[in-house]
């Protein structure tokens, strides 16, 4: 096995943990994670040398991944069969682990932008530079989103569910 294909498989686990933080469904993520690594697999060839690998696999996956939600809206909305109603669902007693998925229901509700941003600083622990880099946007977007998806957060975790309106003055 060569040193880049060694490379790709080291990321991984970072790849799936942020499909899991787009998509929220690990069978969706782990289409996406194969989709990016097979992408990158047969594509080795352009990467180069010395550049960042998890940079250049994460940048792959977020394309893909807008492309998937471009294709999406031109289908339509995907209804389920059998829709859950979230009032029927009674809430679990585990203490640390209901948090955990309060905050990852949370992050749900952010865009999808926003939730790009987050997963790639606060999960991936990547500087701004190299998210502004997988997301081609300038870093002061990056910084505005992660701002925004952090407030957007406690909005929610607090209960508020009307959106603010901020007067300009």
């Not at 880049?4 to 970072?14: D, G, S």
């Not at 997988?134 to 505005?144: A, F, Y």
């Amino acid at each position: 096995m060569s040193d880049k294909t060694e490379a790709v498989l080291k990321e991984l686990p970072r790849l799936r943990r942020y499909a899991l933080v787009l998509l929220g469904e690990r069978t969706a993520a782990d289409d996406l994670v194969q989709d990016t690594v097979e992408r990158a697999l047969t594509r080795l060839h352009l990467w180069r040398t010395g550049t960042n690998m998890r940079s250049w696999l994460f940048t792959m996956m977020h394309n893909l991944h807008v492309n998937n939600v471009r294709k999406s809206l031109r289908r339509g909305a995907h209804v389920p069969l059998l829709d859950n109603d979230a009032a029927l669902v009674a809430k679990p007693a585990q203490g640390d682990s209901v948090l955990v998925r309060e905050v990852v229901q949370a992050i749900t509700h952010l865009s999808d932008d926003q939730r790009s941003v987050l997963a790639l600083v606060v999960l991936e622990g990547m500087i701004y530079r190299d998210v502004a880099d997988v997301m081609d946007v300038p870093i002061g977007t990056v910084m505005s989103r992660l701002a925004r998806a952090i407030e957007e957060l406690r909005r929610i975790m607090d209960g508020e569910d009307g959106a603010t309106i901020r007067r300009v003055k």
